[in-house]
């Protein structure tokens, strides 16, 4: 996506992209995939559901299960396309899988939507 993220924590962004990742694996989500793959308890995964909902970037059906809205998937979209990006582009440079992970995980969130394009650009180029 081209347009400017809207400014967000890092954890709400992580935990956005989790729901993404476990949605897309899995077909459904709920809090309880998102503490395990995050590796957090399940209530301070359910207060962080409670404000993602509040501020409009989830629903939370009665049946527990959890959705991504517009706005949600749009944010957790360029953050997944960010981490796989720079996972693949430091892999390919010869870093090992895992740290590649870690890195890529603090790259996805430090960067401008302008600089990711044109760092994107540049690897594309080459």
């Not at 954890?11 to 998102?34: F, N, P, Q």
């Not at 957790?76 to 870690?102: K, Q």
Request: charged share 30%; with cysteine; aromatic share 8%.
């Amino acid at each position: 996506m081209n347009h400017e993220p809207i400014k967000m924590h890092q954890s709400s962004e992580d935990y956005l992209e989790a729901i993404l990742m476990i949605t897309k694996e899995k077909g459904t989500c709920r809090s309880v995939d998102v503490a395990n793959k995050l590796g957090f308890r399940k209530s301070s995964v359910s207060v962080a559901m409670a404000k993602l909902a509040a501020e409009g970037f989830i629903e939370k059906k009665d049946s527990g299960e959890l959705f991504l809205t517009e706005k949600g998937l749009a944010i957790s979209t360029d953050i997944l396309e960010r981490h796989e990006f720079f996972m693949n582009w430091l892999m390919d440079m010869g870093v090992e899988e895992s740290v590649a992970y870690e890195d890529a995980c603090c790259m996805e969130h430090a960067m401008s939507a302008d600089s990711f394009r044109k760092i994107k650009e540049f690897v594309k180029g080459k």
